[in-house]
């Protein structure tokens, strides 16, 4: 991926998604935002399941999601993650949630993961090998 393209995928909403008035329930767009991060964190890690639990990996830190219109039974949303802020042993991403077929914004956010090492269990430096296939994107205009 170069320094100006962002990841995503898409997921549909489904009916056990929906909370009581009938639209996506606000602790499904975090596990929406979830599903995305995992499978971008593997396009520069793909060797690394989020199941295991030694050596390096990561631990989700924080996440702050601002709702902007609800996502209903049955669309597509596309998901888009991005690398923010690379430090020494945290990485900021941001997301951003679209309906497909008009691009009406969903939610947008941020999420921090920190570098941890599950043998140890204490937060660790990011690699420099893996530092080097974090690309940033850029801030948009």
């Known amino acids: 991926m170069s320094g100006d ?3 995503s995928m898409v997921q549909r909403v489904r009916f056990g998604d929906l909370d009581a008035m009938q639209h996506l329930n606000n602790v499904e767009f975090l596990r929406f935002f ?17 199941t295991t639990h030694d050596g390096f990996g990561w631990i989700f830190a924080e996440c702050h999601i601002n709702y902007r219109t609800p996502a209903f039974l049955d669309e597509e949303i596309r998901t888009y993650v991005w690398a923010m802020e690379l430090e020494r042993s945290s990485l900021k991403l941001g997301f951003e949630m679209r309906a497909e077929g008009g691009g009406r914004l969903v939610a947008e956010g941020y999420g921090v993961l920190v570098g941890y090492d599950y043998g140890e269990q204490t937060s660790r430096a990011i690699p420099d090998d893996l530092r080097e296939r974090i690309d940033i994107v850029p801030a948009r205009a």
């Open 34 to 50: 979830e599903t995305a991060r995992i499978d971008y964190v593997r396009t520069w890690m793909p060797d690394r399941r989020p």
């Open 5 to 7: 393209e962002r990841f």
